[in-house]
Nanobody, 121 residues
């Protein structure tokens, strides 16, 4: 398994969750890693992307800017998505994947299995 996401669950509006993605050495060495999400009845969309080891640039979709933070673990092959001030519209299945960004986050070929996040009171 090259991308393994975990950390989803049920949280109340305004709450926080942290998603984790365990990434293989190969992907972490050559690819930027990010998070995508797919809400019921909607297309999958890019949420955040963090560039490869040599340059820790980040990009966020407008919908999550200021609330979500993507980061890499220093001593582990893990990419995190800290999600604060969660809203019901953040409810979705979240996927970690390889990514690039320009005007938005794009997938670059590899997907992990999703983890479900439900924001509800």
């Amino acid at each position: 398994v090259q991308l393994q996401a975990s950390g989803g669950g049920l949280v109340q509006p305004g709450g926080s969750l942290r998603l984790s993605c365990l990434v293989s050495d190969f992907l972490l060495s050559y690819y930027s890693i990010g998070w995508f999400r797919q809400a019921p009845g909607k297309e999958r969309e890019g949420v955040a992307c963090i560039t490869s080891r040599t340059a820790a640039g980040t990009f966020y979709a407008d919908a999550v800017k200021g609330r979500f933070t993507i980061s890499r673990g220093r001593a582990s092959n893990t990419v995190y998505l800290q999600m604060n001030n969660l809203k019901p519209e953040d409810t979705a299945v979240y996927y970690c994947a390889t990514c690039a960004y320009g005007d938005k986050v794009y997938n670059t070929g590899y997907w992990g299995r999703g983890t479900r996040v439900t924001v509800s009171s």
